[in-house]
């Protein structure tokens, strides 16, 4: 799937719009109703979905569930030892803007009228980083998500048998560095980056959130369109690949 | 500047393409080095920029400067009363979200190497909210920074004769509500729709920053694209009436 | 009503027993019960009356209503910039005692009975600070709470008829200057007192509270007398300007 | 010295205007620099000094010394038990009210430029509390401080042979009772209590600081008068109790 | 009770299977259902046991009570000040670590069907800090627990006349210092000990818990089977001194 | 290494006296000088040892280094889901506790003289629990530490040429389950055992720790004997795989 017209620069030997490779390993906890170890590369985040009954309290009596998401790191998930949130006493800006972001994400494919008054927690730790680690966890818990419900729907906790997912969803990262736009880039790219975008697109190729930011140089709407095809690209194969992890058997 | 093509159908009477009346008072308050109150219709934001020589430890000998924000809301500014923050002895993901996006907005138009050792802090803080409070924030903000920089030129603390603000920046919000795409959308568009859109201009017309976001439904890539020229449109306007505040008098 | 006793020393031009210009603006929140923008000179505290239905679980069954107040000031209030409570976790000593002051000063007038199982919270938020912040705010914060009462009367949840404010109560900062005994000082004149007392009266002239603190030098009975005096006089004037922007036309 | 116009109407037999028995016992903690086990009646205040060498940053150079204070309760110093302020992960608004006063008061009598860029801390810590442990605080921290400031004296770390303390300080509480008022106010009173006044006094019997509060009933001129005659007698007996157990041997 | 083959080699005279001067002074505090001020030596903890009808919701409905220890240090109970809990905004790890030692420590010896649906608290202050800190709050701590389950007995909050306390408890602590295994470690001794360990053990003799710690030098069995020995017959007679304090007449 | 003595009365089939299957695998983490991921039976602990030169500032200047540990469960390492700590903002008593006993069973076997001014941070996060986690993060921790100091010693900051690691060390927990005795208990057992002990041992079979706690029924020193022998058996084999694991190439 490489793109002739650009050359392959990247320090892995990856064209410029190819992904690393990726890994999803459903069922790596016992407990959890839903658990994905996911990789892109070096990244590796561990995704556990938790379905418990009941909805918090200002969801009560709605018929509706709810699906939230937490994002963490590890202290040494990086080069060098970051110290712990929970040390520190709070949880820092980064963290809570991707939590968010996993849980908005999550939410735009799932109908909450037919999951009922049920909860599913997304629990989503980075246990190594290099690059990437937001899109890796909203790809990689996804596929948790899925498990968690059809096990909900298995024991019974989920009923009417309506479609609880409406469908599937994933992310990657998009990049300009040194002019080239690129596609899942690790941090050595990161860093070098003028423009920094994050994509998450539905399996049916519809956008759920563009974040696009520009710390060095403005960008021009030109390269915002090639980044847009990039990630839609790249996330078209991710949903592949989360399809062929599902088709396997149910991890539980 | 109202596009025929679209009915105006809004609460306000305004076109979808028209902002609400925009208001910039620069010099509002006696003691900061820059100030501005910015009214986007009954949205009211006071932005006070904080000069300071010397930098955080981690830029010390860099020979650069450091630009930063903190956004917050009083508990009153919304229909109903929200806990402080301070009281609550956390700040929300979504303040941090807030604040962290001004910051990057502001530094991606100033050259640091040309401000020099020296910090610029910018409070942006919400006396009423009546939707797009992050966009006027990053609108008023940029003034009162253009003071605060202009301050530190007068008192002799930037040194060299470079211009340190490259150009300028402003913000505004896109959205589609009921099928249609709009442009400034108070609070009783914004939980209306479906698809709500920040996106951060500089005064040449690139983009710093584009976050979209489906929490409803996902859109697609033509709906994508009318977002982001009504935007484009918008910032062009904001860009002008900022051109226009800072042609007055010096404030201090 | 200057005393030809006592020179006029004053920065401002002011005589020792003279208010700094007042100005009580209702009305400056659309959305909050009861607001006012009380300006004690350059000193400017934007008051937020909110009336919510109910009492905290400690009041429940009682019949009584509940006042409260929280004070809080901006980063950039002051001439320098002070770091955010909410950033720092927790709530300062100073800002502690100030909103208790608030919330003791509100409630004596008060006739919770009549009030019925209602509560009112009074933010009174700083936006500029030139001494006298919390005399300022004790002022506005009785005009707000009354535009709250009428609210709550004329929406039905105040029932029975009955009054519920028992009087007006406003407050004003005293001190002695270079042996001088002045009315409301300014920021400048403030660190300069040897004695520093912030005297809360009702319209009708009684003590609320008397809170006089030497930090620098003990004052003697004479000096606390020529204080309590000063304090009266400049309340009855408080009172008047109270009276007088209340009796204007209902601000919502 | 009980004053015949009163009548006893005291539940512990006392007249209006006398104190409960108090006790000053000096050296009570073997490592403190200056210690006090301080008793109003059944309230018991562990006063301890610590003395250092050395000042806060913001004071160094400044050829002057700093006093501070911190005030706290045991869980069960009360009839019923309050939650640990270590457990709630903050300190309240009383507690730093009350700590802030106690440091201010002593700064009153302290001559920081004698003290030298030395620093003493008063922990005041309530181990058992019947009202008035503000003002049994107070006076008990002074002793502690006198013993602290004469070992700094003894071990060289205070030079210049000038007084650190230009006075003696003590506090007394008082307020009326059923339209009578009293001295030194135990919990039961304190209560009932319609005005409740704290009021500190040197030795010479100058105001150090006044604080009046009327939650239940405005309190006019007259009262206010009578309650600030009955607490400079009370401080004045204090006074002498102070001074009779400093003339006793050195605690260390 | 000394031991003829070790010599008396510690810095206040005691033989090594010594322990120092206990007292156990009972109702130190008015209202608390259950208070001891113990001292083993110079140290000097104030063991508070407040009894409240009730159990913790998850305790609730079981017909079982609960009980549970809060351990805190006042901040000059040290040869040096620390910083106060409350004020760095978190307990500390010893703190804590304390804290639930304790508490298991006495659940050990009560049967909380016995108990009833009722809860103790027991505080553990340390007033002056000598070494042996837990075991002389847990010494004291059983003793305060006695009282107010007496308390709870008289007053009929415990109901069916089954004992509560199934034995007595007791800790001591004990340490190899210069190669020389001994009894209760002051603070002078603690500091050079090798081996440091705190043993719990009931009055009938059984352990509760052993907490043998290395931090310089490992130990091997032997050591290992002396310390337990020392630390057998040092709690035997800490339980006679409980013993001895209960048979006197009941404190409240 | 089964005893026949006892009878295999285990849910998993192992003998009283015998460990589950360990896993011991080096360099899972990329940029950690010493990383592990240990595995005692479904118990998995990611060990990561990061070296970083210089020491905290109450240990600079000594010659001396400092080795600590943090430990941490992550939110679905259990069969319910637990709050993050770093959501509660502050780290519970549980965590502290074992904190602090990974990092002192460390130091006690680190020559700190000989690693130099350098700081070892040992981070232990449990991944799946399922009893044993803190003997599983110290045993897996000592390898990780090992290839730090090794890592250390290639890179140069480790200067001198004295061994840093003086011996090995592992733990294993053992307890009382319906009266038998029992080696390394997962968490069915765990939760039904009388006696609950961990017990820290070096590779030459002395104690470093020795924690035995009774929350139920207290032990006698027969019992006690006997658990002491099940764990110094278990640790020697623990040892014996430590050692094969480091036998293999270096991880980094």
Known sequence: MTNPAVPAVRPDGRAPDELRPVRITRGWLDAAEGSVLVEFGATRVLCAASFTEGVPRWKKGSGEGWVTAEYAMLPRATSTRSDRESVKGRVGGRTHE??????????????????????????????????????AAITGAYVALADAVAWGVRHGHVKGGRTVLTD?????????????????????????????MNVVVTGSGTFVEVQGTAEHAPFDRAELDTLLDLAVAGNARLAELQRAALAQEPAR
Chains 1, 2, 3, 4, 5, 6 share one sequence.
């Open 98 to 135: 991707i939590s968010r972001l996993v849980g908005r994400s999550l939410r735009a494919v799932v109908d909450v009228a037919a999951l009922g008054e049920n909860t599913i927690v997304l629990d989503c730790d980075v246990l190594q980083a290099d690059g990437g680690t937001r899109t």
């Open 168 to 196: 599937s969803v994933s992310a990657v990262s998009v990049g300009i560095v040194d002019g080239v736009p690129m596609l899942d880039l690790p941090y050595v790219e990161d860093v070098r980056a003028d423009t920094d």
